[in-house]
């Protein structure tokens, strides 16, 4: 009984591995042609049945399920594929035109899909073998701009097929491709606003084996290049044979003949060490690179300017407080300030006579007194001794009283006015210099 238990057990073990590895190991091959366009489409439908379905049966068809694409070992896809799903609910496709460089290079996709309700993740890998064909490159080549498609719905197989049958059926070729795909977006268009059930635009070009059909020539007619000029619809024959379905903008059709293209060989410049070369594949750095220690950048940076700041601050310091000649200049200093202080409270407490230039003067005609120019409460100390009064009208001459000779003035044999004035400041200014003397012994 326990055998057959264990047994049991060991072959559910052995189904759930065999289940992991499947969901996270299935690969897909898929064969592409060199300058063939490549559709591959992500089915929801093929992921969920690894997602476990909801409580209530019929609802797993609305598990929103987005997926992320990237080249084996790399964050991203190669140059020439391209990735898009419009919505969670919608498919995803994987687009592109490999060139004849890859032919022979297994190119592996990891697809991871990722199940929002219930964040459970799937993988499988999609391994891109591309095969190399004769018809390599087609010699005419031909891009249209379709303004009514989106790119996502360009890719689907059934109107990619009418719209080459449409251009078969213009152009008459022997073998006609689809070589690329191009959303609008990605030539510098805008997105449309979201009215009128406006679509972005897709480029499509195919190619062919013989040479453009006189209908695609009228494009180049100078009827039809002025009317493009002048942003008018050109008059094309064979339009009506794509109206019904797409409407093509034939002012921005391209029709290239590669036989007849020149090569041009632009000379550039040797690139430096930091420019990857043109060929081969980015491989990043080691995962094992030596950490930099920026300890000794740092004591470079703040530590050595900290440091001479600090010195400079002592040495100012000390010169300033504990050197005898920053001590002197100190007192100096004060010393000027109080004097100066001292000189001003004493100017402003003399008691002289005030200059007759400011007493008010009597008009003996009109009987009108004239202020005098300097009100009571101006300040002494800025007054001249003597004001002149050539601006005032109708002024008289007042006799000077002859004031006694002072013994100062006449010793030194002084006007007899100015001369106590002059006396007064003399004796202040000696008693000044005097203190001053003091104060800085």
Request: charged share 20%; net charge neutral; with cysteine.
């Amino acid at each position: 009984m326990r055998s057959t238990m264990s047994a049991a057990a060991a072959v559910a073990w052995l189904g759930t591995v065999v289940t992991i590895l499947s969901r996270s190991h299935a690969d897909r091959n898929v064969y592409p042609s060199a300058g063939v366009l490549f559709v591959h489409v992500l089915e929801r439908e093929y992921f969920k049945g690894e997602f476990p379905p909801y409580p209530k049966s019929g609802d797993a068809s609305n598990d929103p399920i987005t997926f992320n694409t990237n080249l084996m070992g790399y964050p991203d896809r190669p140059g020439w594929l391209r990735y898009i799903q419009r919505t969670p609910l919608s498919d995803g496709v994987l687009y592109g035109s490999p060139t004849a460089e890859h032919v022979g290079k297994p190119t592996v996709i990891e697809i991871t899909a990722y199940n929002r309700r219930t964040f459970e993740t799937a993988r499988h890998n999609l391994v891109i073998n591309i095969m190399a064909t004769e018809e390599f490159p087609l010699p005419y080549q031909a891009e249209f701009y379709i303004k009514n498609m989106n790119v996502e719905e360009m890719l689907a197989s059934e109107v990619l097929g009418d719209f080459l049958g449409a251009v078969k059926n213009v152009w008459q070729p022997e073998r006609l491709n689809a070589i690329n795909i191009t959303s609008a977006l990605d030539r510098g268009g805008r997105v449309p606003l979201p009215i009128n059930n406006l679509k972005e635009g897709v480029y499509v070009m195919v190619g062919a084996d013989v040479p453009f059909s006189s209908c695609l020539r009228e494009v180049e007619s100078p009827h039809n290049q002025l009317r493009c000029s002048q942003e008018m619809e050109p008059a094309i024959s064979c339009d009506k044979k794509f109206r019904a379905q797409f409407h093509i903008d034939w002012c921005k059709i391209s029709l290239v003949d590669i036989n007849k293209v020149v090569p041009v060989y632009i000379t550039r410049p040797d690139p430096g060490t930091g420019i990857l070369p043109d060929f081969g594949e980015y491989k990043p750095p080691s995962e094992f690179l030596k950490s930099r220690d920026y300890f000794s950048d740092f004591l470079v940076t703040l530590g050595v300017p900290s440091a001479v700041a600090v010195v400079l601050f002592f040495i100012l310091g000390y010169t300033m407080c504990f050197r005898r000649e920053g001590v002197i200049q100190l007192v100096h200093h004060s010393s000027i300030q109080k004097s100066s202080k001292e000189l001003r409270s004493m100017s402003k407490n003399r008691e002289i006579s005030w200059p007759l230039s400011t007493l008010p003067v009597f008009n003996p005609v009109s009987g009108e007194v004239v202020p005098p120019i300097h009100p009571d409460n101006y300040e002494t100390t800025s007054m001249p001794l003597m004001q002149t009064q050539a601006n005032l009208q109708n002024q008289i001459t007042i006799p000077q009283q002859r004031p006694s000779v002072h013994p100062f003035c006449a010793q030194l044999q002084l006007h007899p006015v100015g001369c106590p004035l002059l006396h007064e400041i003399t004796n202040w200014r000696l008693s000044a210099l005097l203190w001053t003397w003091r104060s800085a012994a």
